[in-house]
């Protein structure tokens, strides 16, 4: 990452009850899926306290990067941070060695308002807001010291992602000759047009991972294993699949569009009621309810007998009185419609 860069209401004198019902039918979706390019945040696991970022589930040699966090590498998995004393995020480069000097804090978003504080002790990810980081630990996406609850990639202090498979390197949000990297993990480059790379890339590789080191997109730049920062990559192009994440499951039907509620109020009196709330054509009743309205006492008393779809389009209310009163009351029904 070469940027510092990824019911019940009561009112006093009167008594409204509301109830609602969702037919929950209308809302199932899923399925299992196919392989497809990444678009979003990328970041390595921890094991032993390191990071795996060829995503082989063990952490050696090949688990190094030239410039990860800003201008601070990883080396053997561990962060060289020496150069950031007390500066969280410092991304500042280090002495190339892995030792007691490297003792750094990084702050990642990870929805909460004050983000997760990472302590790093003698290169290592020690702690989690004061907890010790456990094996299988993803690191988080984005890391902004100055505002932990952004996760905006483009304000990040680091942030290293993708967009349609190919690696925004400079996090700026888009896809161009300066989005490259040079031994990002391991052996494997970023390509693109500003950094050295023989021969020049086309435009058309930009962004894509050389995962063999040779400048060139080829079919030896493809991996199932996981290689870039747990991700696989197919002619350099980053998956959203790699061993430990499974695939994205296919577009589920179509949501429900036009959502509106509706509601009909009887007359109030002392009568038992029967009242339907209709949707408008064109629409089906999804769900509904009633709220009962009159004096504490009075609605105390009544009974809700029915409260049903009566037709497609219609919510139906039934109320009668429990015990008899000469007070006066009504109801509401209330239909909850989608488009058809």
């Known amino acids: 990452m070469g940027k510092k860069v990824l019911s019940r209401r009561i009112r006093f004198g009167s008594v409204s009850v509301a109830s609602i019902v969702l037919l929950g039918a209308m809302f199932l979706a899923g399925g299992p899926a196919t392989a497809s390019a990444l678009t979003g945040g990328v970041s390595p696991t921890i094991f032993g306290n390191l990071a795996d970022l060829n995503g082989d589930g063990v952490v050696n040699g090949s688990d190094d990067s030239s410039a990860f966090f800003g201008d601070t590498s990883i080396i053997n998995g561990g962060v060289d941070c020496d150069s950031w004393g007390a500066t969280p995020n410092a991304g500042t480069a280090g002495d190339g060695v892995i030792n007691a000097s490297d003792d750094c804090t990084l702050i990642?978003?990870?929805?909460?308002?004050?983000?997760?504080?990472?302590?790093?002790?003698?290169?290592?990810?020690?702690?989690?807001?004061?907890?010790?980081?456990?094996?299988?630990?993803?690191?988080?996406?984005?890391?902004?010291?100055?505002?932990?609850?952004?996760?905006?990639?483009?304000?990040?202090?680091?942030?290293?992602?993708?967009?349609?498979?190919?690696?925004?390197a400079n996090g700026d949000g888009t896809i161009d000759g300066d989005d490259c990297s040079v031994g990002v993990v391991g052996v494997e480059n970023v390509l693109g047009q500003t950094c050295g790379f023989s021969p020049t890339p086309p435009a058309s590789s930009n962004g894509l991972v050389d995962v063999n080191g040779d400048a060139l997109i080829t079919a030896s730049d493809t991996c199932v294993s996981g290689c870039f920062l747990g991700h696989n990559v197919t002619l350099g192009v980053v998956q959203a699949e790699g061993p430990g994440i499974g695939p994205a499951g296919p577009a589920g039907p179509a949501g429900v569009s036009g959502r509106t509620t509706v509601s009909h109020t009887s007359p109030s009196n002392s009568r038992a009621k029967s009242v339907s709330a209709i949707c408008p054509a064109g629409k089906k009743v999804l769900g509904g309810g009633s709220s009962l309205h009159g004096r504490v006492g009075v609605v105390g008393s009544l009974l809700v007998r029915a409260s049903f779809p009566r037709?497609?389009?219609?919510?139906?209310?039934?109320?009668?009185?429990?015990?008899?009163?000469?007070?006066?009351?009504?109801?509401?029904?209330?239909?909850?419609?989608?488009?058809a």
């Open 108 to 168: 990642g978003y990870d929805g909460t308002a004050d983000g997760v504080t990472i302590g790093v002790v003698d290169g290592q990810f020690a702690t989690a807001d004061g907890s010790a980081v456990p094996d299988g630990w993803p690191l988080p996406k984005v890391f902004d010291a100055g505002a932990p609850n952004d996760p905006s990639i483009i304000d990040s202090d680091f942030a290293w992602s993708t967009i349609a498979g190919k690696v925004d």
């Open 311 to 339: 037709t497609a389009r219609a919510w139906t209310v039934r109320v009668f009185e429990g015990s008899s009163t000469s007070g006066a009351w009504s109801v509401t029904a209330k239909a909850v419609c989608a488009n």
